[in-house]
């Protein structure tokens, strides 16, 4: 009976450490406005995929796993081109969990899975 209810405590604590929570990352994704260079629908601003500095590229339905892997990297600097700049000032004071949530949510915005600019599959 114990250790049911302990394999349930761990449970609970690890599926809240790698979910990230949808309703938090709505209200993240308005605060930083990630629509002024994404759209509010996160669908991208850029046309025929030219990317510029305030067009970034389609983020709706991006696996969750990508978004946070590449919000992250832009916010350390380690994917870093021409046109990164901007959105590293807007994102630079997140936290990790915040990342996790605003990745949930803009997953959630598109049913059809999105392939990252830097995904092949
Ligand atoms: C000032 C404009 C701007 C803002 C604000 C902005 N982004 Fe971006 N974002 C871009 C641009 C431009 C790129 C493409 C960068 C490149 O590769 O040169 C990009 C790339 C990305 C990527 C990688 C896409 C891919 O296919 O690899 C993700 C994910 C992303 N942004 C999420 C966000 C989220 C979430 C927010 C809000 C928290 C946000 N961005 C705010 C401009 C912006």
Do not use: W
């Not at 046309?47 to 946070?68: C, H, R, S, W």
């Amino acid at each position: 009976m114990k250790n049911t209810f302990l394999m349930m405590a761990v449970l609970f604590f690890s599926m809240n450490s790698f979910a990230g929570d949808i309703a938090k990352g709505k209200k993240i994704f308005k605060k930083v406005n990630c629509a002024l260079c994404h759209n509010k629908d996160a669908m991208g601003k850029a046309k025929n995929g030219k990317v510029a500095l305030l067009k970034g590229p389609q983020i709706a339905g991006l696996d969750e796993a990508y978004i946070v892997e590449q919000v992250t990297a832009i916010q350390g600097k380690k994917r870093k081109t021409k046109n990164t700049s901007m959105m590293y000032a807007k994102i630079k004071k997140l936290t990790p969990a915040e990342i996790k949530d605003i990745a949930a949510y803009v997953h959630s915005l598109s049913k059809t899975r999105h392939v990252g600019m830097l995904q092949t599959k």
